[in-house]
T-cell receptor, first 113, second 115 residues
Framework: SQKIEQNSEALNIQEGKTATLTCNYTNYSPAYLQWYRQDPGRGPVFLLLIRENEKEKRKERLKVTFDTTLKQSLFHITASQPADSATYLCALVSVGSQGNLIFGKGTKLSVKP | NAGVMQNPRHLVRRRGQEARLRCSPMKGHSHVYWYRQLPEEGLKFMVYLQKENIIDESGMPKERFSAEFPKEGPSILRIQQVVRGDSAAYFC?????????????FGAGTRLSVL
């Protein structure tokens, strides 16, 4: 069966450390993989996109890697801050799809001061 | 430039009533997607529309649910004869034409509670 899984429901880290979130998928052929941030009571906000032929993407303190052999994406936040506390969602767009996003359940990140 | 606007933010209905959820996409966006988020679940795709056309409704329940995106006005997600299991947050997202990678911009959602 097809699955997209974010391994940790919750992740607690200390301010200043690097947060690493994992997204694994099974029986999908992603054309793109995206990461979104969702705050309580709000809609998801796009952060980064990585294509199937790309290994790594960076944006300020954010880094995404994509390994199609392992069927895994890692999302890193360096020098984390309490303001980074939120739920982070990975989503993929399947090859040949009409563009709808397939989401993982999310990882709730808490950064303690 | 206003973002994706959804209304109402909260909607309470009794079992058997109809729920109408509205979504105005960002200016210049012609693609609209609807997703549902059940408690403790991830966002699930429901339907993808362009102006006056349903492109993909593979995630829509076969009965009681319908969606439209008319030439003028917002996109509407309509749920007839609501049941308690319809209680969820419903999110609308929009994207411009010829979007690269299907980056989508989400509204704040409508939280439907069925009593």
């Amino acid at each position: 069966s097809q699955k997209i899984e974010q391994n940790s429901e919750a992740l607690n880290i200390q301010e200043g450390k690097t947060a690493t979130l994992t997204c694994n998928y099974t029986n999908y052929s992603p054309a793109y993989l995206q990461w979104y941030r969702q705050d309580p009571g709000r809609g998801p906000v796009f952060l980064l996109l990585i294509r199937e032929n790309e290994k790594e993407k960076r944006k300020e303190r954010l880094k995404v890697t994509f390994d199609t052999t392992l069927k895994q994406s890692l999302f890193h936040i360096t020098a984390s801050q309490p303001a980074d506390s939120a739920t982070y969602l990975c989503a993929l767009v399947s090859v040949g799809s009409q563009g709808n996003l397939i989401f993982g359940k999310g990882t709730k990140l808490s950064v303690k001061p | 430039n206003a973002g994706v606007m959804q209304n109402p933010r909260h909607l309470v209905r009794r079992r058997g009533q109809e729920a109408r959820l509205r979504c105005s996409p960002m200016k210049g966006h012609s693609h609209v997607y609807w997703y549902r988020q059940l408690p403790e679940e991830g966002l699930k795709f429901m339907v993808y529309l362009q102006k006056e056309n349903i492109i993909d409704e593979s995630g829509m329940p076969k009965e009681r649910f319908s969606a439209e995106f008319p030439k003028e006005g917002p996109s509407i997600l309509r749920i007839q004869q609501v049941v308690r299991g319809d209680s969820a947050a419903y999110f609308c997202a929009s994207s411009p034409p010829r979007t690269d990678g299907s980056i989508q911009y989400f509204g704040a959602g409508t939280r439907l509670s069925v009593l």
